[in-house]
């Protein structure tokens, strides 16, 4: 079962992109830091978005208008005072298939699980605005969880769909890691 699979399967790319990330989480001492580390998630995961736009439909996963996206991204960072007009440049991973955008997917769903740790830690810091990207689904989050992984499962029948959704799943992590080391470019 994929759901089982990929989380083994990704766990070293998702620790090296957790160590990067707990870095910037640590070094936050003000709404402009907080911003910036909202900046490098939005310019990803919309990114990212746009690329997997053409495989997950309603069809495929029926409640994913009531997803969380970059949209709350966006707005905790305007809710902060700052803007995206400058953010750093990030790359998707190439996703060619159902499955394959379904393992970006996993990623960007899977960080809705942390969600609370940082909503917690940000709180000690003092800041407690523009976090409803991190607050998920609040007490649904299981729940959301659970029907994400059911429609994954679904559609990798095979090990040979397995291995494409882990394969985009880890290029996925990774080049979300890369955000965090690349310069900003003017967002249109």
């Known amino acids: 079962m994929l759901s089982n699979s990929i989380k083994e399967a990704t766990k070293s790319a998702h620790q090296q992109l957790e160590v990067v990330v707990v870095k910037k989480l640590k070094a936050i001492r003000s709404h402009a830091d907080y911003a910036d580390l909202l900046k490098h998630f939005y ?44 953010l750093p440049a990030a790359q998707a991973p190439e996703i060619n298939s159902t499955i394959e955008a379904l393992g970006a ?15 917690q830690m940000l709180e000690k810091g003092g800041i407690t605005n523009g976090v409803s990207f991190f ?16 429609v994954m499962n ?33 967002n249109s």
């Open 43 to 86: 310019s990803y995961f919309s990114t990212v978005e746009k690329t997997i736009a053409p495989y997950i439909t309603t069809e495929v996963l029926p409640d994913y208008s009531q997803r969380r996206t970059s949209i709350y991204l966006k707005q905790d960072i305007e809710a902060l005072g700052f803007s995206t007009q400058e």
């Open 105 to 119: 997917l996993y990623v960007m769903e899977g960080s809705i699980m942390g969600g609370k740790i940082i909503v």
């Open 135 to 150: 607050s998920g689904y609040g007490e649904n989050t299981g729940r959301m969880w659970g029907a994400f992984t059911e």
């Open 154 to 186: 679904h559609h990798a029948p095979t090990e040979a769909d397995e291995q494409k959704a882990i394969h985009a799943a880890n290029e996925t992590f990774s080049r979300f890691g890369d955000v965090f080391t690349s310069s900003l470019v003017a």
